[in-house]
């Protein structure tokens, strides 16, 4: 399904079927599922649940 093997952006971990991931993305101006998977693909961020779970705030 995506080109390249996705990876956690912070720690590189590669993300397995079944893990639990969060992804930060910007929410497409179009409405539509294919319009978020063609971001996904495209500029997509991956953060394992571990990663987001350690991360700190920074506000
Ligand atoms: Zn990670």
Redesign the pocket.
């Known amino acids: 399904m995506f080109g390249k093997k996705p990876a956690?952006s912070?720690?590189g971990?590669e993300i397995n079927a079944g893990d639990l991931i969060y992804v930060k993305m910007q929410y497409p101006r179009r409405k539509g599922m294919t319009e978020i998977i063609a971001f996904l693909k495209k500029e997509g961020i991956f953060?394992?649940e571990?990663?987001f779970n350690n991360r700190e705030d920074h506000h």
Do not use: L
């Open positions: 956690c912070n720690c971990n953060i394992c571990n990663c």
